[in-house]
């Protein structure tokens, strides 16, 4: 190598030792640390326990399937869903025809029964002359008596079969025995119906219920008598307290869940078909946290939320005690307490220690309702 191709070699040398020097001064220079914005929760105090929830719709407690007392053809259906009707008013009717000829040939049975027993009456009057004046016997006035008793016998059956048809002709006609709204029409004018078939169904003024579906596992936290609240979708300020009426003895074969009905006290706001939410509190309820269920992260088998330090303003995770999920979120009941800042979302990005700073004015409480949260890295 000659001796300038030697100077360049060295000098190149140089200059990567004194570029591999600045690398290292860099890498020994801390980097700056990193604090990530945070949402929070402020945890308040606990709820009263588990609660079941369920929606229903209102009915009246007592609704009537009406129908026809006779079979036949319908010609009119006189009301709708929706209409009120009063005792007497007229809601469907038959077509009378073979009924109305029924009644005219029970009206000419009639008719000669009473010709009969005034034929046999006379002629047990003459059995009695002549048996007075022994010219007849004794049996032969035993028989007009019996003929005549006969004839009287046959005269009222005719009576009675004429009273039958008379009525069937009025039971053409459909009528409403109570106040009501009607709920329900199964029937349309042409339609041939069988004697007893619901045609209208019409529920009764008075106490009005919440009929609702319970599943099999929580069917045990019912009993008849116990108190629930019952809330209402087209007025979310209503609130009442119902009571458990009635209990299905078995469950639907379908559906697998049992029919219970709440009793309503009188309310004028409550109408019929409003749907209704029913909140029951387990007998066994635990007071619990209620949190959003993106602030509950796990460490190996632990649940855990991460809590911010106010003073020093960093993350710690504590293991906290999970009792359940609910609409509103995660409901724990120990390992954190009143007043503790939870991170609502984001808890994969957490460590502990880091240090954190909280969006202004954006804290909320635990059991307000959470709008979905997003983490930012500063």
């Not at 009063?86 to 049975?109: H, N, T």
Request: with cysteine; glycine share 8%.
């Amino acid at each position: 190598m000659s001796v300038k191709g030697f100077a360049n070699w060295k000098s190149l040398a140089l200059s990567l030792a004194l570029l591999g020097l600045a690398g290292c001064n860099q890498e020994k220079t801390e980097a700056p640390e990193v604090v990530r914005p945070v949402k929070v929760v402020e945890v308040t105090k606990p709820d009263e326990g588990r609660v079941l929830q369920y929606s229903g719709s209102i009915r009246a407690r007592t609704e009537i399937a009406m129908g026809f007392r006779v079979d036949g053809k319908v010609t009119k259906r006189l009301v709708d869903v929706g209409q009120r009707v009063k005792p007497g008013d007229v809601l469907a009717r038959l077509d009378p025809i073979d009924y109305e000829l029924s009644v005219q040939q029970a009206q000419a049975q009639l008719a000669s029964a009473e010709k009969q027993v005034e034929i046999s009456r006379l002629a047990l009057n003459r059995a009695q002359i002549l048996q007075e004046k022994s010219i007849t016997s004794q049996s032969t006035l035993e028989q007009s008596q019996l003929s005549y008793d006969q004839a009287v016998a046959s005269r009222d059956a005719a009576k009675s079969s004429l009273e039958q048809a008379q009525n069937r002709v009025a039971y053409t006609v459909l009528t409403s025995d109570v106040d009501g709204i009607v709920t329900a029409t199964s029937a349309e004018a042409g339609q041939v119906v069988a004697a007893g078939a619901s045609v209208v169904t019409v529920a009764q003024d008075g106490a009005k219920e919440v009929a609702i579906a319970v599943p099999e596992t929580d069917i045990g936290e019912f009993r008849v008598g116990k108190t629930v609240q019952a809330g209402f979708w087209s007025h979310s300020s209503l609130a009442l307290q119902g009571k458990v009426r009635e209990i299905a003895g078995s469950a639907d074969s379908q559906s697998r869940t049992f029919a219970v009905r709440i009793s309503l006290p009188d309310d004028p706001s409550v109408l019929l078909g409003m749907t209704a939410s029913i909140s029951v509190k387990t007998d066994d309820a635990k007071p619990a946290f209620v949190l959003p269920i993106a602030a509950l992260s796990r460490q190996g088998d632990q649940s855990v939320v991460w809590l911010v330090d106010r003073q020093t303003e960093t993350v710690k995770p504590h293991p906290v005690t999970v009792a359940g999920f609910t609409g509103e979120g995660v409901r724990v009941t120990t390992g954190i307490s009143t007043g503790d800042l939870v991170v609502a979302a984001g808890t994969q990005f957490m460590r502990e220690d880091m240090k954190v700073r909280l969006y202004e004015g954006d804290m909320r409480s635990a059991q307000e309702p959470q709008a979905p949260v997003s983490l930012t890295q500063s």
